[in-house]
């Protein structure tokens, strides 16, 4: 960490505009790409980033330099973008229940699987910006949407996740499986596979 970063803390603190403009100046491309693919809205992404900047700026004192200064406003924009989700009129999510794997009475699987070039976690991570791949995430009813975005692209924990949502750590691990057997569902037709798989038997979920 360079001088100047370790004096920004500081800075911070004690309100120095150029401080907080050079930190707003720096994170807020950043933000704006993470409160959009949170909202999926420009307008309530600017929003949330800029409900971000004026709760940053008031809890100020509050920042102890334990982080840099960069994750400490991605955790609250994150949270911004949240509320305003959560503030939206709620509505009918559809379910993905034809999107997850189906068993037969012996435990195996009903469809015949293929293999992928890779992990799907490595797709996502390498492939994010591909058109295709956020419109299959943005497919996703946002119960599963928001805990895929925050564990596998905003590289959140499953604590922080759980408490960024107000949901246990089993639960964002629960829906973390499904949304990841549903987007696997929506990528088969984006993705090329390499050979046909025996059917296998239900593992149990990741941990």
Known sequence: ????????????????????????????????????RILRSDDEAR???QQAFVAAYKSREQFHGDSQPSTWLH????????????ARERRHEDSIEDLL???????HHSERFAVWPEPIEEQIDRDRQAASIRQAIDSLPDTFRVVLLLRDIEEMSTEETAQALGITPNAVKLRLHRARMALRTLLAERMTPLEPLEPKRLNEVPQ
């Open 1 to 36: 960490m360079s001088q100047a970063e370790q004096a920004l803390p500081d800075a911070l603190r004690a309100g120095d505009p150029d401080a907080f403009e050079d930190l707003v100046r720096r994170n807020t491309p950043r933000l704006l790409s993470v409160t959009r």
């Open 47 to 49: 929003e949330a980033v």
């Open 75 to 86: 955790r609250i924009a994150v949270n911004k973008a949240l509320d305003l989700m959560r």
């Open 101 to 107: 794997p189906h068993f037969l009475p012996d435990g």
